[in-house]
């Protein structure tokens, strides 16, 4: 059993180390990849639920980062705009992909600070989404087109592909064809990247294998009491994930990949304002056009 002054003396660390993460000077990380991700739990106190919404990132070198960890009782635009804005300020180059899932003020949020980038749509949640409006008897037959689809060797191939999915499918599955061409750009933008990174980028799947190590630990609390537990429990277990997940994985040679397609997007060239995002007058760049 840990002595009451053991336990005090870990919660005064945890609460040092949230501030450091919370001010952290980001300029010294060469962003590659982001990732984007919310983890709801349960607060005893107040009877309801409260996110913490996290930000990862992949550097240039292969190594994985946590940028960011804060509460948000939502995903909307305007909590949203505020955890990028504090990115910016403390310093985060414009990253080449950012990945979410569907959230619509989160998106929209992305589209304000970082037109430029390319927003990716996570394919975990494109694909359970697809499989609740598909007949089960039908599904691995779909399924399979859509797979095929999503791994085409250029967006613009896969756009052709979808295109001949939907064509073929509209009328037995108009709500699965439907789910399909939701966010039909960012759902292919995946396709821009490096050929092995497109794995690592296509899913939120980086935050949340690390929400599952939260899990693991939340399961046998049944109900945190308030949002600081909440924050210390989460933060110290991430700490731990990023510890094991800080070495650098990517070759010299993937390393000039993605600054040649950072060069394309033309990410160093446009810096929207913390303060007063606006848009961009330029469309943002579809996977066919920045492959």
Same mark, same amino acid.
């Given at each position: ?17 949230? #501030? @450091?993460? %919370?001010? +952290?000077?980001?300029?010294?990380? /060469?962003?590659?990849?982001? $990732?984007?991700? !919310? ?117 613009? #191939? @896969?756009? %052709?592909? +979808?295109?001949?999915?939907?064509? /073929?499918?509209?009328?037995? $599955?108009?709500? !699965? ?115």
């Amino acid at each position: 059993m840990l002595s009451k002054s053991t336990v005090s003396e870990l919660t005064d660390t945890l609460k040092q180390e949230y #501030e @450091a993460l %919370r001010t +952290r000077d980001l300029r010294g990380y /060469e962003v590659a990849y982001l $990732f984007i991700d !919310a983890v709801y739990e349960p607060l005893r106190r107040w009877g309801s639920k409260t996110g913490v919404l996290c930000v990862w990132a992949i550097c240039v070198d292969g190594r994985k980062v946590l940028l960011s960890l804060s509460t948000a009782n939502s995903e909307s635009q305007e909590s949203s705009l505020e955890v990028l804005r504090d990115l910016l300020k403390r310093g985060l180059q414009t990253p080449v992909t950012i990945t979410t899932d569907g959230a619509v003020g989160l998106t929209k949020a992305i589209d304000a600070i970082w037109p430029r980038s390319l927003r990716i749509r996570c394919w975990f949640h494109k694909m359970q989404n697809l499989q609740q409006k598909v007949p089960p008897q039908a599904w691995p037959e779909f399924k399979a087109l859509v797979v095929d689809m999503r791994d085409a060797p250029t967006g613009a #191939e @896969a756009a %052709r592909r +979808r295109q001949a999915l939907v064509a /073929e499918y509209h009328l037995d $599955f108009p709500e !699965a064809c439907r789910c399909l061409l939701d966010d039909a750009t960012a759902s292919l933008n995946h396709l821009s990247v490096p050929p092995r990174h497109q794995l690592y980028v296509r899913t939120s799947n980086l935050a949340e294998r690390a929400f599952e190590e939260e899990r693991r630990r939340t399961k046998v609390i049944p109900h945190l009491w308030d949002e600081g537990g909440l924050v210390k429990l989460v933060l110290a277990v991430l700490i731990r994930v990023s510890e094991r997940w800080g070495k650098k994985g990517f070759s010299e040679f993937e390393q000039q990949q993605i600054r040649s397609l950072r060069r394309k997007l033309a990410l160093d060239e446009h810096q929207v304002s913390s303060s007063d995002p606006k848009p961009d007058p330029h469309p943002r760049r579809s996977a066919a056009s920045a492959a």
